[in-house]
Protein backbone atom coordinates (compact mmCIF):
# COMPACT_ATOMS: atom_id res chain seq x y z
CA UNK A 1 0.00 0.00 0.00
CA UNK A 2 1.10 3.32 -1.02
CA UNK A 3 2.14 6.02 1.74
CA UNK A 4 1.30 9.45 1.28
CA UNK A 5 3.66 12.19 2.46
CA UNK A 6 2.31 15.61 2.59
CA UNK A 7 5.28 18.80 2.57
CA UNK A 8 6.22 21.24 3.97
CA UNK A 9 7.56 21.75 1.03
CA UNK A 10 10.51 24.65 0.73
CA UNK A 11 10.69 27.54 -1.32
CA UNK A 12 13.80 28.55 -3.11
CA UNK A 13 14.83 31.63 -2.65
CA UNK A 14 16.40 34.29 -5.93
CA UNK A 15 19.88 32.77 -3.95
CA UNK A 16 18.74 29.66 -2.84
CA UNK A 17 20.06 29.87 0.45
CA UNK A 18 16.86 30.41 2.08
CA UNK A 19 14.27 27.87 3.11
CA UNK A 20 11.10 27.99 4.72
CA UNK A 21 7.43 25.92 4.79
CA UNK A 22 5.31 26.70 1.97
CA UNK A 23 1.21 26.61 3.27
CA UNK A 24 -1.29 25.49 0.99
CA UNK A 25 -1.71 27.17 -2.51
CA UNK A 26 -4.94 29.05 -1.75
CA UNK A 27 -7.05 31.36 -3.92
CA UNK A 28 -7.68 35.46 -3.07
CA UNK A 29 -10.12 34.52 -0.13
CA UNK A 30 -8.46 31.27 1.12
CA UNK A 31 -11.69 29.54 1.05
CA UNK A 32 -10.02 27.10 -2.09
CA UNK A 33 -7.13 25.07 -0.50
CA UNK A 34 -4.60 23.21 -2.46
CA UNK A 35 -2.13 20.35 -0.63
CA UNK A 36 0.87 19.21 -2.44
CA UNK A 37 2.82 15.84 -1.65
CA UNK A 38 5.04 12.72 -3.42
CA UNK A 39 3.64 9.19 -2.17
CA UNK A 40 5.84 6.51 -1.73
CA UNK A 41 6.95 5.91 -5.61
CA UNK A 42 7.74 9.00 -6.43
CA UNK A 43 4.08 9.99 -7.49
CA UNK A 44 2.98 13.64 -7.04
CA UNK A 45 -0.49 14.10 -6.30
CA UNK A 46 -2.88 16.87 -4.73
CA UNK A 47 -6.00 17.47 -2.29
CA UNK A 48 -8.50 20.24 -2.49
CA UNK A 49 -10.57 21.39 -0.03
CA UNK A 50 -13.30 23.97 -0.27
CA UNK A 51 -14.68 26.29 2.99
CA UNK A 52 -12.52 23.39 4.96
CA UNK A 53 -13.88 20.31 3.66
CA UNK A 54 -12.15 18.07 1.11
CA UNK A 55 -13.49 18.04 -2.38
CA UNK A 56 -11.04 15.71 -3.93
CA UNK A 57 -8.74 13.73 -2.25
CA UNK A 58 -5.42 11.96 -3.38
CA UNK A 59 -5.12 13.43 -6.72
CA UNK A 60 -2.22 12.13 -9.01
CA UNK A 61 -0.43 14.83 -11.29
CA UNK A 62 2.37 14.32 -14.31
CA UNK A 63 3.09 12.75 -17.49
CA UNK A 64 4.96 10.64 -19.37
CA UNK A 65 7.01 11.36 -22.33
CA UNK A 66 8.73 9.93 -25.17
CA UNK A 67 12.07 9.92 -23.14
CA UNK A 68 11.18 11.30 -19.96
CA UNK A 69 8.90 9.54 -17.60
CA UNK A 70 7.64 12.19 -15.12
CA UNK A 71 4.73 10.06 -12.64
CA UNK A 72 7.35 8.29 -10.84
CA UNK A 73 10.47 9.01 -8.82
CA UNK A 74 9.73 12.63 -9.08
CA UNK A 75 10.39 15.25 -6.45
CA UNK A 76 9.00 18.92 -6.06
CA UNK A 77 12.06 21.41 -6.74
CA UNK A 78 10.23 24.45 -5.96
CA UNK A 79 6.94 25.98 -5.51
CA UNK A 80 6.86 29.96 -6.11
CA UNK A 81 4.90 32.89 -4.84
CA UNK A 82 1.42 33.03 -6.01
CA UNK A 83 0.91 35.84 -8.85
CA UNK A 84 -1.90 37.64 -9.43
CA UNK A 85 -3.88 37.11 -12.77
CA UNK A 86 -6.53 39.56 -13.65
CA UNK A 87 -8.05 39.98 -16.76
CA UNK A 88 -10.89 41.54 -18.93
CA UNK A 89 -12.12 40.07 -22.00
CA UNK A 90 -15.38 40.27 -23.97
CA UNK A 91 -17.43 37.76 -25.87
CA UNK A 92 -19.01 37.67 -29.09
CA UNK A 93 -22.26 35.93 -27.75
CA UNK A 94 -22.71 33.66 -24.51
CA UNK A 95 -24.12 34.25 -20.87
CA UNK A 96 -21.82 37.24 -20.25
CA UNK A 97 -20.58 39.26 -22.74
CA UNK A 98 -17.75 41.57 -21.08
CA UNK A 99 -16.06 39.37 -18.02
CA UNK A 100 -13.21 40.24 -15.58
CA UNK A 101 -11.28 37.96 -13.32
CA UNK A 102 -8.82 37.81 -11.06
CA UNK A 103 -6.82 34.18 -9.86
CA UNK A 104 -3.68 33.12 -8.16
CA UNK A 105 -1.15 31.49 -10.27
CA UNK A 106 1.63 29.44 -8.69
CA UNK A 107 4.37 28.02 -10.51
CA UNK A 108 5.86 24.83 -9.37
CA UNK A 109 8.72 22.55 -10.46
CA UNK A 110 8.63 19.05 -10.77
CA UNK A 111 12.53 16.89 -11.41
CA UNK A 112 12.56 12.97 -12.29
CA UNK A 113 15.25 10.66 -11.15
CA UNK A 114 17.01 11.33 -14.42
CA UNK A 115 17.44 15.05 -13.70
CA UNK A 116 14.07 16.09 -16.37
CA UNK A 117 12.56 19.14 -15.12
CA UNK A 118 8.47 19.76 -15.30
CA UNK A 119 6.93 22.83 -14.49
CA UNK A 120 2.97 22.41 -13.08
CA UNK A 121 1.07 26.14 -13.52
CA UNK A 122 -1.80 26.38 -10.93
CA UNK A 123 -4.33 28.72 -10.69
CA UNK A 124 -7.24 28.97 -8.17
CA UNK A 125 -9.80 31.92 -8.18
CA UNK A 126 -12.85 32.01 -6.38
CA UNK A 127 -14.52 30.03 -9.09
CA UNK A 128 -12.50 26.95 -9.09
CA UNK A 129 -8.71 25.56 -9.41
CA UNK A 130 -6.76 24.22 -12.64
CA UNK A 131 -3.35 23.09 -13.54
CA UNK A 132 -1.31 22.28 -16.79
CA UNK A 133 1.67 21.32 -17.90
CA UNK A 134 4.72 22.80 -19.09
CA UNK A 135 7.70 21.92 -20.74
CA UNK A 136 10.29 24.62 -21.25
CA UNK A 137 12.43 21.91 -22.86
CA UNK A 138 11.78 17.85 -24.55
CA UNK A 139 13.80 15.15 -23.49
CA UNK A 140 14.41 14.22 -27.38
CA UNK A 141 14.39 16.73 -30.55
CA UNK A 142 10.84 16.81 -30.02
CA UNK A 143 8.28 16.40 -27.46
CA UNK A 144 5.77 13.15 -27.79
CA UNK A 145 2.98 12.79 -24.78
CA UNK A 146 2.50 9.21 -24.25
CA UNK A 147 -0.15 9.83 -21.37
CA UNK A 148 -1.33 11.65 -18.26
CA UNK A 149 -1.25 10.74 -15.09
CA UNK A 150 -3.88 13.90 -13.89
CA UNK A 151 -6.60 12.23 -11.99
CA UNK A 152 -9.91 13.46 -9.82
CA UNK A 153 -9.81 11.38 -6.71
CA UNK A 154 -13.57 12.40 -5.38
CA UNK A 155 -14.94 11.06 -2.26
CA UNK A 156 -16.49 7.91 -1.84
CA UNK A 157 -19.93 9.65 -1.82
CA UNK A 158 -19.49 11.50 -4.46
CA UNK A 159 -22.28 11.71 -6.78
CA UNK A 160 -21.72 12.19 -10.73
CA UNK A 161 -23.46 13.20 -13.57
CA UNK A 162 -22.01 12.09 -16.62
CA UNK A 163 -22.44 11.68 -20.19
CA UNK A 164 -20.66 8.14 -21.69
CA UNK A 165 -17.93 8.86 -24.40
CA UNK A 166 -19.15 6.69 -27.26
CA UNK A 167 -16.73 3.67 -29.40
CA UNK A 168 -15.15 5.62 -32.54
CA UNK A 169 -16.50 4.40 -35.81
CA UNK A 170 -19.95 3.41 -34.56
CA UNK A 171 -23.31 4.49 -34.83
CA UNK A 172 -25.30 5.57 -38.31
CA UNK A 173 -22.49 5.77 -40.97
CA UNK A 174 -19.65 5.07 -38.25
CA UNK A 175 -20.09 9.01 -37.32
CA UNK A 176 -19.75 8.61 -33.96
CA UNK A 177 -17.98 9.95 -31.52
CA UNK A 178 -19.97 13.19 -31.32
CA UNK A 179 -20.82 13.70 -27.90
CA UNK A 180 -24.63 12.67 -28.18
CA UNK A 181 -25.24 10.32 -25.76
CA UNK A 182 -27.86 10.16 -22.46
CA UNK A 183 -26.19 11.14 -18.96
CA UNK A 184 -26.21 9.13 -16.16
CA UNK A 185 -27.49 11.04 -13.54
CA UNK A 186 -26.86 10.82 -10.18
CA UNK A 187 -24.88 8.05 -9.82
CA UNK A 188 -22.27 7.04 -7.93
CA UNK A 189 -18.87 8.45 -8.91
CA UNK A 190 -17.42 4.90 -9.40
CA UNK A 191 -19.88 3.95 -12.20
CA UNK A 192 -18.29 2.18 -15.28
CA UNK A 193 -19.38 3.83 -18.16
CA UNK A 194 -21.87 1.75 -19.96
CA UNK A 195 -19.84 2.10 -23.49
CA UNK A 196 -17.04 0.97 -21.41
CA UNK A 197 -15.01 4.43 -23.28
CA UNK A 198 -15.19 6.75 -20.05
CA UNK A 199 -16.79 9.50 -19.97
CA UNK A 200 -16.42 13.17 -22.05
CA UNK A 201 -16.74 16.74 -20.70
CA UNK A 202 -18.31 18.61 -18.84
CA UNK A 203 -18.98 16.27 -15.80
CA UNK A 204 -20.81 17.49 -12.99
CA UNK A 205 -20.22 16.01 -9.20
CA UNK A 206 -22.11 16.92 -5.89
CA UNK A 207 -19.18 15.97 -2.85
CA UNK A 208 -21.27 16.84 -0.08
CA UNK A 209 -22.59 19.71 0.33
CA UNK A 210 -20.42 21.18 -2.63
CA UNK A 211 -20.38 21.00 -6.43
CA UNK A 212 -18.16 20.86 -8.88
CA UNK A 213 -17.42 20.93 -12.67
CA UNK A 214 -14.96 19.37 -14.61
CA UNK A 215 -13.60 20.05 -18.03
CA UNK A 216 -10.75 21.19 -19.97
CA UNK A 217 -9.57 24.60 -21.95
CA UNK A 218 -7.03 25.90 -24.39
CA UNK A 219 -7.27 22.84 -26.36
CA UNK A 220 -4.27 23.64 -29.34
CA UNK A 221 -3.60 22.37 -32.19
CA UNK A 222 -0.48 20.61 -31.21
CA UNK A 223 -3.17 18.39 -28.32
CA UNK A 224 -5.81 16.01 -28.56
CA UNK A 225 -8.94 16.10 -26.42
CA UNK A 226 -9.05 14.28 -23.42
CA UNK A 227 -12.05 11.92 -21.51
CA UNK A 228 -12.33 10.52 -17.75
CA UNK A 229 -12.49 6.85 -17.21
CA UNK A 230 -12.54 5.43 -13.80
CA UNK A 231 -9.62 3.54 -12.30
CA UNK A 232 -10.99 0.99 -9.35
CA UNK A 233 -7.56 0.37 -8.19
CA UNK A 234 -6.13 4.52 -7.36
CA UNK A 235 -10.45 4.45 -7.12
CA UNK A 236 -9.63 8.04 -9.14
CA UNK A 237 -11.16 9.86 -12.51
CA UNK A 238 -8.42 9.53 -14.65
CA UNK A 239 -7.66 11.50 -17.51
CA UNK A 240 -7.54 9.33 -20.60
CA UNK A 241 -6.22 10.20 -24.08
CA UNK A 242 -8.44 9.02 -27.87
CA UNK A 243 -9.40 5.75 -28.91
CA UNK A 244 -6.89 4.89 -31.82
CA UNK A 245 -9.44 5.56 -34.71
CA UNK A 246 -9.94 9.07 -33.68
CA UNK A 247 -7.39 10.95 -36.33
CA UNK A 248 -7.13 12.58 -39.13
CA UNK A 249 -6.51 10.58 -42.38
CA UNK A 250 -2.58 10.03 -41.89
CA UNK A 251 -2.77 12.02 -38.86
CA UNK A 252 -1.60 11.78 -35.15
CA UNK A 253 -3.66 10.29 -32.22
CA UNK A 254 -1.09 11.57 -29.41
CA UNK A 255 -0.14 15.50 -28.61
CA UNK A 256 3.23 16.62 -29.54
CA UNK A 257 5.26 19.40 -30.93
CA UNK A 258 8.09 21.35 -30.01
CA UNK A 259 9.14 23.03 -26.70
CA UNK A 260 8.51 25.02 -24.90
CA UNK A 261 4.80 23.11 -24.80
CA UNK A 262 2.06 23.17 -22.48
CA UNK A 263 -1.33 20.85 -22.25
CA UNK A 264 -4.79 21.77 -21.31
CA UNK A 265 -5.94 23.77 -18.37
CA UNK A 266 -7.19 20.53 -16.41
CA UNK A 267 -10.07 22.31 -14.86
CA UNK A 268 -12.62 21.87 -11.75
CA UNK A 269 -15.23 24.43 -10.91
CA UNK A 270 -16.33 24.44 -7.16
CA UNK A 271 -18.98 26.03 -5.23
CA UNK A 272 -22.64 26.12 -4.92
CA UNK A 273 -24.83 24.64 -7.77
CA UNK A 274 -25.63 28.56 -8.43
CA UNK A 275 -21.72 28.83 -8.45
CA UNK A 276 -21.13 26.39 -11.11
CA UNK A 277 -23.83 27.82 -13.63
CA UNK A 278 -22.52 31.18 -13.52
CA UNK A 279 -19.42 30.51 -13.33
CA UNK A 280 -16.82 31.80 -16.55
CA UNK A 281 -13.45 29.81 -15.58
CA UNK A 282 -14.49 28.06 -19.08
CA UNK A 283 -13.44 30.87 -20.94
CA UNK A 284 -11.58 32.80 -18.47
CA UNK A 285 -8.84 30.36 -19.18
CA UNK A 286 -8.94 29.78 -22.71
CA UNK A 287 -7.18 31.30 -25.41
CA UNK A 288 -7.16 35.17 -25.96
CA UNK A 289 -8.81 35.91 -29.60
CA UNK A 290 -5.21 36.36 -31.16
CA UNK A 291 -6.31 39.75 -32.62
CA UNK A 292 -9.14 37.93 -34.73
CA UNK A 293 -11.51 40.06 -36.33
CA UNK A 294 -15.03 40.17 -35.41
CA UNK A 295 -16.90 42.74 -36.98
CA UNK A 296 -18.42 40.30 -39.63
CA UNK A 297 -19.47 38.48 -36.46
CA UNK A 298 -23.31 38.87 -35.04
CA UNK A 299 -25.51 36.27 -33.35
CA UNK A 300 -29.41 35.91 -33.59
CA UNK A 301 -31.83 33.68 -34.22
CA UNK A 302 -32.47 31.26 -37.17
CA UNK A 303 -34.97 29.69 -39.39
CA UNK A 304 -33.82 26.03 -40.36
CA UNK A 305 -36.32 23.57 -42.16
CA UNK A 306 -34.45 20.40 -41.77
CA UNK A 307 -35.10 19.42 -38.39
CA UNK A 308 -38.81 18.58 -39.06
CA UNK A 309 -39.18 18.22 -42.62
CA UNK A 310 -35.97 16.49 -43.42
CA UNK A 311 -34.09 15.87 -46.86
CA UNK A 312 -36.99 16.39 -49.06
CA UNK A 313 -37.69 19.83 -48.07
CA UNK A 314 -33.85 20.74 -49.35
CA UNK A 315 -35.09 22.94 -52.49
CA UNK A 316 -35.35 26.46 -53.70
CA UNK A 317 -39.02 27.17 -52.73
CA UNK A 318 -38.84 25.41 -49.36
CA UNK A 319 -35.39 27.92 -48.58
CA UNK A 320 -37.40 30.86 -49.57
CA UNK A 321 -39.75 30.24 -47.83
CA UNK A 322 -38.10 29.99 -44.72
CA UNK A 323 -36.33 32.98 -45.41
CA UNK A 324 -39.19 35.07 -45.48
CA UNK A 325 -40.11 32.81 -42.48
CA UNK A 326 -36.71 34.60 -40.54
CA UNK A 327 -37.50 37.55 -42.23
CA UNK A 328 -40.98 38.10 -40.08
CA UNK A 329 -39.59 36.38 -37.13
CA UNK A 330 -37.09 39.08 -37.31
CA UNK A 331 -34.67 36.58 -36.76
CA UNK A 332 -31.09 37.65 -38.83
CA UNK A 333 -29.92 33.83 -40.43
CA UNK A 334 -31.52 30.95 -41.91
CA UNK A 335 -30.00 27.74 -42.53
CA UNK A 336 -29.92 25.88 -45.29
CA UNK A 337 -29.09 22.52 -44.93
CA UNK A 338 -27.49 19.11 -46.49
CA UNK A 339 -27.33 18.45 -50.16
CA UNK A 340 -28.06 22.03 -51.21
CA UNK A 341 -25.16 21.88 -53.80
CA UNK A 342 -27.13 19.34 -56.26
CA UNK A 343 -30.78 20.38 -54.87
CA UNK A 344 -30.56 24.04 -55.55
CA UNK A 345 -27.05 24.61 -56.89
CA UNK A 346 -24.97 27.57 -56.49
CA UNK A 347 -25.63 30.02 -58.98
CA UNK A 348 -29.73 29.40 -57.89
CA UNK A 349 -28.28 29.57 -53.87
CA UNK A 350 -26.60 32.94 -55.06
CA UNK A 351 -30.58 34.03 -56.25
CA UNK A 352 -32.00 33.14 -52.39
CA UNK A 353 -28.76 34.94 -51.12
CA UNK A 354 -29.48 38.09 -53.00
CA UNK A 355 -33.06 37.65 -51.91
CA UNK A 356 -32.92 36.99 -48.78
CA UNK A 357 -30.45 40.14 -48.45
CA UNK A 358 -33.19 42.35 -49.69
CA UNK A 359 -35.24 40.80 -46.30
CA UNK A 360 -32.31 41.69 -44.09
CA UNK A 361 -31.59 37.91 -43.59
CA UNK A 362 -28.24 36.04 -44.09
CA UNK A 363 -27.82 32.60 -45.53
CA UNK A 364 -25.93 29.61 -43.73
CA UNK A 365 -25.10 26.90 -45.47
CA UNK A 366 -24.33 23.08 -44.37
CA UNK A 367 -20.59 21.52 -45.33
CA UNK A 368 -19.94 17.71 -44.72
CA UNK A 369 -16.38 17.51 -42.80
CA UNK A 370 -16.10 13.73 -43.63
CA UNK A 371 -13.15 12.27 -45.23
CA UNK A 372 -12.29 7.91 -44.58
CA UNK A 373 -13.46 8.46 -40.77
CA UNK A 374 -17.12 7.68 -41.21
CA UNK A 375 -18.81 6.60 -45.05
CA UNK A 376 -21.52 9.83 -45.20
CA UNK A 377 -22.62 10.94 -48.28
CA UNK A 378 -24.46 14.19 -47.47
CA UNK A 379 -22.91 16.85 -49.33
CA UNK A 380 -20.86 18.88 -49.97
CA UNK A 381 -18.62 16.39 -49.40
CA UNK A 382 -14.66 16.63 -48.66
CA UNK A 383 -13.95 20.09 -50.19
CA UNK A 384 -12.57 21.14 -46.49
CA UNK A 385 -10.00 18.71 -46.34
CA UNK A 386 -7.50 20.17 -48.40
CA UNK A 387 -6.29 22.98 -47.27
CA UNK A 388 -6.26 24.76 -50.66
CA UNK A 389 -9.71 23.69 -51.64
CA UNK A 390 -10.80 24.45 -48.44
CA UNK A 391 -9.46 28.38 -48.96
CA UNK A 392 -10.84 28.25 -52.48
CA UNK A 393 -14.15 27.16 -50.77
CA UNK A 394 -14.36 29.44 -48.42
CA UNK A 395 -13.37 32.21 -51.04
CA UNK A 396 -16.37 31.48 -53.39
CA UNK A 397 -18.65 31.86 -50.22
CA UNK A 398 -17.10 34.94 -49.16
CA UNK A 399 -18.12 36.16 -52.94
CA UNK A 400 -21.59 34.68 -52.69
CA UNK A 401 -22.08 36.49 -49.29
CA UNK A 402 -23.00 33.72 -47.25
CA UNK A 403 -22.44 34.05 -43.71
CA UNK A 404 -21.24 31.09 -42.39
CA UNK A 405 -21.01 27.47 -42.35
CA UNK A 406 -22.58 24.42 -40.49
CA UNK A 407 -19.53 21.47 -40.90
CA UNK A 408 -20.75 18.27 -39.83
CA UNK A 409 -19.83 14.95 -38.96
CA UNK A 410 -15.65 15.14 -37.42
CA UNK A 411 -14.06 12.08 -36.15
CA UNK A 412 -12.79 12.45 -32.54
CA UNK A 413 -10.18 13.87 -30.57
CA UNK A 414 -7.08 12.86 -31.78
CA UNK A 415 -4.46 15.33 -32.07
CA UNK A 416 -4.75 15.47 -35.73
CA UNK A 417 -8.37 15.94 -35.75
CA UNK A 418 -8.22 18.61 -33.22
CA UNK A 419 -5.35 20.29 -35.35
CA UNK A 420 -8.16 20.00 -38.36
CA UNK A 421 -10.87 21.89 -36.36
CA UNK A 422 -8.18 24.54 -35.53
CA UNK A 423 -7.27 24.64 -39.17
CA UNK A 424 -11.33 25.16 -40.40
CA UNK A 425 -11.35 27.75 -37.58
CA UNK A 426 -8.16 30.12 -39.01
CA UNK A 427 -9.45 29.86 -42.15
CA UNK A 428 -12.79 30.46 -41.61
CA UNK A 429 -11.90 33.77 -39.99
CA UNK A 430 -9.13 34.86 -42.86
CA UNK A 431 -12.48 34.44 -44.91
CA UNK A 432 -14.93 36.00 -42.64
CA UNK A 433 -17.89 33.31 -41.93
CA UNK A 434 -18.80 32.36 -38.44
CA UNK A 435 -18.76 29.05 -38.16
CA UNK A 436 -21.26 25.74 -36.81
CA UNK A 437 -19.39 22.69 -35.59
CA UNK A 438 -22.24 19.71 -35.37
CA UNK A 439 -21.66 16.26 -34.98
CA UNK A 440 -18.16 17.31 -33.19
CA UNK A 441 -16.58 17.60 -30.20
CA UNK A 442 -17.19 19.67 -27.09
CA UNK A 443 -15.43 22.93 -27.97
CA UNK A 444 -13.63 23.72 -24.86
CA UNK A 445 -13.82 27.71 -24.35
CA UNK A 446 -13.00 27.58 -28.29
CA UNK A 447 -15.48 30.47 -28.47
CA UNK A 448 -13.51 33.09 -27.05
CA UNK A 449 -10.07 32.01 -29.00
CA UNK A 450 -12.39 32.45 -32.13
CA UNK A 451 -15.04 34.74 -31.94
CA UNK A 452 -16.61 33.41 -34.85
CA UNK A 453 -17.37 29.90 -33.72
CA UNK A 454 -20.94 30.23 -33.20
CA UNK A 455 -22.32 27.80 -31.88
CA UNK A 456 -21.23 23.91 -31.67
CA UNK A 457 -23.68 21.23 -31.12
CA UNK A 458 -21.43 18.06 -28.84
CA UNK A 459 -25.05 16.96 -27.41
CA UNK A 460 -28.12 14.31 -27.93
CA UNK A 461 -29.62 17.40 -28.91
CA UNK A 462 -33.59 18.49 -30.88
CA UNK A 463 -32.92 16.46 -34.28
CA UNK A 464 -32.80 13.12 -32.14
CA UNK A 465 -35.82 13.98 -30.46
CA UNK A 466 -37.50 13.85 -33.79
CA UNK A 467 -35.84 10.75 -35.08
CA UNK A 468 -36.75 7.94 -32.02
CA UNK A 469 -40.11 8.03 -29.46
CA UNK A 470 -37.24 7.19 -27.06
CA UNK A 471 -35.70 10.67 -27.28
CA UNK A 472 -38.53 11.77 -27.02
CA UNK A 473 -39.54 9.99 -23.64
CA UNK A 474 -35.90 11.06 -22.17
CA UNK A 475 -36.44 14.61 -23.55
CA UNK A 476 -37.41 16.73 -20.30
CA UNK A 477 -35.05 15.28 -17.79
CA UNK A 478 -32.21 15.40 -20.64
CA UNK A 479 -32.77 18.90 -21.08
CA UNK A 480 -32.79 19.41 -17.32
CA UNK A 481 -29.72 18.52 -17.12
CA UNK A 482 -27.85 20.53 -19.83
CA UNK A 483 -27.72 23.91 -17.87
CA UNK A 484 -25.93 22.16 -15.10
CA UNK A 485 -23.11 20.56 -17.39
CA UNK A 486 -22.71 20.56 -20.96
CA UNK A 487 -23.90 24.25 -21.84
CA UNK A 488 -22.50 25.77 -18.96
CA UNK A 489 -19.32 27.44 -20.36
CA UNK A 490 -19.75 26.48 -24.28
CA UNK A 491 -22.47 27.46 -26.82
CA UNK A 492 -24.90 24.57 -27.41
CA UNK A 493 -26.66 24.05 -31.18
CA UNK A 494 -29.22 21.91 -29.56
CA UNK A 495 -31.94 23.59 -31.81
CA UNK A 496 -34.78 23.71 -29.63
CA UNK A 497 -38.29 24.39 -29.67
CA UNK A 498 -40.94 22.65 -30.93
CA UNK A 499 -44.32 24.78 -30.54
CA UNK A 500 -46.62 22.63 -32.53
CA UNK A 501 -46.09 19.01 -33.32
CA UNK A 502 -42.92 16.42 -34.51
CA UNK A 503 -44.12 14.42 -37.60
CA UNK A 504 -44.21 11.08 -35.97
CA UNK A 505 -43.08 11.59 -32.78
CA UNK A 506 -45.44 11.96 -29.59
CA UNK A 507 -43.60 15.51 -28.00
CA UNK A 508 -43.36 14.93 -23.99
CA UNK A 509 -43.30 18.29 -23.25
CA UNK A 510 -45.66 21.20 -22.84
CA UNK A 511 -45.31 24.56 -25.72
CA UNK A 512 -44.16 26.19 -22.53
CA UNK A 513 -41.63 24.11 -21.76
CA UNK A 514 -40.41 24.39 -25.47
CA UNK A 515 -40.66 27.95 -25.38
CA UNK A 516 -38.53 28.17 -22.26
CA UNK A 517 -35.21 26.35 -23.99
CA UNK A 518 -34.23 29.72 -26.39
CA UNK A 519 -32.92 31.56 -23.10
CA UNK A 520 -32.16 28.62 -20.79
CA UNK A 521 -30.04 26.76 -23.41
CA UNK A 522 -26.89 29.64 -24.71
CA UNK A 523 -25.93 29.48 -28.35
CA UNK A 524 -24.42 32.48 -30.46
CA UNK A 525 -26.32 31.44 -33.46
CA UNK A 526 -30.08 29.62 -32.11
CA UNK A 527 -31.33 27.55 -34.62
CA UNK A 528 -35.08 27.08 -34.21
CA UNK A 529 -36.57 24.31 -34.98
CA UNK A 530 -40.07 25.38 -35.42
CA UNK A 531 -41.72 25.69 -38.97
CA UNK A 532 -43.53 28.37 -40.34
CA UNK A 533 -46.93 26.41 -40.16
CA UNK A 534 -46.48 25.21 -36.44
CA UNK A 535 -46.05 29.09 -35.34
CA UNK A 536 -48.83 30.44 -37.25
CA UNK A 537 -50.76 28.33 -34.92
CA UNK A 538 -49.70 30.44 -31.98
CA UNK A 539 -50.88 33.04 -30.21
CA UNK A 540 -49.55 36.61 -31.44
CA UNK A 541 -47.89 37.51 -28.43
CA UNK A 542 -45.74 34.26 -27.98
CA UNK A 543 -44.25 35.41 -32.06
CA UNK A 544 -43.92 38.32 -30.58
CA UNK A 545 -41.77 37.41 -28.13
CA UNK A 546 -39.86 35.55 -29.92
CA UNK A 547 -38.97 38.42 -32.19
CA UNK A 548 -36.74 39.84 -29.33
CA UNK A 549 -34.96 36.67 -27.98
CA UNK A 550 -31.15 37.91 -27.13
CA UNK A 551 -28.30 35.54 -27.90
CA UNK A 552 -25.50 38.02 -25.94
CA UNK A 553 -26.12 38.25 -23.06
CA UNK A 554 -24.68 40.71 -20.07
CA UNK A 555 -25.52 38.97 -17.39
CA UNK A 556 -27.04 35.27 -15.89
CA UNK A 557 -28.74 34.37 -12.09
CA UNK A 558 -29.54 30.85 -11.12
CA UNK A 559 -32.42 31.27 -9.63
CA UNK A 560 -33.73 27.57 -8.89
CA UNK A 561 -32.78 23.90 -10.03
CA UNK A 562 -31.64 20.79 -9.94
CA UNK A 563 -29.67 18.85 -12.55
CA UNK A 564 -31.94 16.48 -14.20
CA UNK A 565 -34.82 17.44 -12.52
CA UNK A 566 -35.67 21.36 -12.83
CA UNK A 567 -34.01 24.75 -13.74
CA UNK A 568 -34.74 27.86 -13.49
CA UNK A 569 -32.25 30.57 -14.91
CA UNK A 570 -32.49 34.50 -15.19
CA UNK A 571 -30.64 36.39 -18.18
CA UNK A 572 -30.22 40.27 -18.46
CA UNK A 573 -29.69 41.91 -21.77
CA UNK A 574 -29.34 45.73 -20.90
CA UNK A 575 -32.15 46.60 -18.53
CA UNK A 576 -34.40 43.67 -19.72
CA UNK A 577 -34.53 40.09 -17.74
CA UNK A 578 -35.64 37.07 -19.21
CA UNK A 579 -36.27 34.67 -16.50
CA UNK A 580 -36.72 30.69 -18.23
CA UNK A 581 -37.98 27.51 -15.87
CA UNK A 582 -38.42 24.07 -17.26
CA UNK A 583 -39.70 20.74 -14.48
CA UNK A 584 -37.85 18.02 -15.99
CA UNK A 585 -40.14 15.36 -13.51
CA UNK A 586 -43.91 14.06 -14.34
CA UNK A 587 -45.02 15.58 -11.34
CA UNK A 588 -46.38 19.60 -10.91
CA UNK A 589 -44.25 21.52 -8.99
CA UNK A 590 -43.96 25.25 -8.08
CA UNK A 591 -40.70 27.82 -7.63
CA UNK A 592 -40.35 30.40 -6.01
CA UNK A 593 -38.77 33.39 -7.37
CA UNK A 594 -37.50 37.00 -5.89
CA UNK A 595 -37.28 39.03 -9.07
CA UNK A 596 -36.73 42.27 -7.05
CA UNK A 597 -33.01 42.84 -8.95
CA UNK A 598 -34.67 43.76 -11.99
CA UNK A 599 -35.03 47.10 -12.80
CA UNK A 600 -38.67 46.96 -14.31
CA UNK A 601 -41.35 46.99 -12.02
CA UNK A 602 -43.67 44.77 -14.28
CA UNK A 603 -43.39 42.70 -17.68
CA UNK A 604 -45.13 39.58 -19.00
CA UNK A 605 -45.51 36.10 -18.03
CA UNK A 606 -46.23 33.41 -20.63
CA UNK A 607 -47.20 29.78 -19.21
CA UNK A 608 -48.88 26.36 -19.32
CA UNK A 609 -52.91 26.75 -19.32
CA UNK A 610 -54.98 23.96 -18.72
CA UNK A 611 -55.32 22.79 -22.11
CA UNK A 612 -51.83 22.80 -23.03
CA UNK A 613 -52.09 26.13 -24.64
CA UNK A 614 -49.14 29.15 -23.62
CA UNK A 615 -51.33 31.40 -21.64
CA UNK A 616 -50.06 35.00 -20.89
CA UNK A 617 -49.75 36.94 -17.50
CA UNK A 618 -48.19 39.67 -15.92
CA UNK A 619 -45.22 39.39 -13.93
CA UNK A 620 -44.32 42.03 -11.29
CA UNK A 621 -40.75 42.74 -9.30
CA UNK A 622 -40.30 41.40 -6.09
CA UNK A 623 -41.18 37.83 -5.02
CA UNK A 624 -43.62 35.47 -6.86
CA UNK A 625 -44.74 32.11 -7.41
CA UNK A 626 -44.45 30.04 -10.36
CA UNK A 627 -46.01 26.56 -11.09
CA UNK A 628 -44.79 24.25 -13.69
CA UNK A 629 -47.02 21.21 -14.37
CA UNK A 630 -44.96 18.03 -14.97
CA UNK A 631 -43.21 19.12 -18.27
CA UNK A 632 -43.88 22.41 -18.05
CA UNK A 633 -42.49 25.67 -18.56
CA UNK A 634 -42.24 29.31 -18.43
CA UNK A 635 -40.94 32.62 -19.46
CA UNK A 636 -40.87 36.14 -18.40
CA UNK A 637 -39.93 38.73 -19.71
CA UNK A 638 -39.27 41.99 -17.23
Known amino acids: MKTLHLFPLLLLSLLGCADATIPPLSNASGSLQCTLGIDTEGQPFYLLSYQGATVLDTSYLGIRLEGADCTRDMEWVSVGEPSLKAVRYSMTHG ?25 VHFYLSEQGFAYRYYFPRAPTDSLLVLEEASAYGFPDSTMAWMQPMSKAKSGWKETNPSYEENYLMEVPVSTPSPIGEGFVYLALFKAGAHWLLATEADLHSGYCGTRLRYDSISRQLKVAFPQAKEVFPGGGLLPHGEAPFRSPWRIVAVGSLGDIVESTIGTDLAASSKGLGRDFVKSGLASWSWVLLKDDFTNYETS ?11 WPYCLIDADWDWKIGYERMQELIDYARTKDVK ?19 SKLIDPESRKAEFARLQQMGVAGIKVDFFGGDGQS ?3 YYHD ?10 MLNFHGATLPRGWHRTYPHLMTVEAIKGGEFITFLQENADQAPSHCAVIPFTRNV ?19 RTTPAFELALPVLFTSGIQHIAEIPEGMQKMPAYVADYLRDVPTQWDEVKFMDGYPGKY ?13 AGINGTDKEISVRLDLSFVAHKQGVLLYDGPEGQILKGEALAGPTVVRLPGRGGFVIKI
Open 363 to 381: ILLWYNSSGSWNSTTYSPK
Open 489 to 507: FDPMDFTPMVLDSIPGIQR
Open 417 to 419: MIA
Open 320 to 330: RRFIDYAAEMN
Open 95 to 119: KQQTVRYTGQQYRAVLRNAAGFELE
Open 567 to 579: AVIARRKGEVWHV
Open 424 to 433: ILQDAANYQL
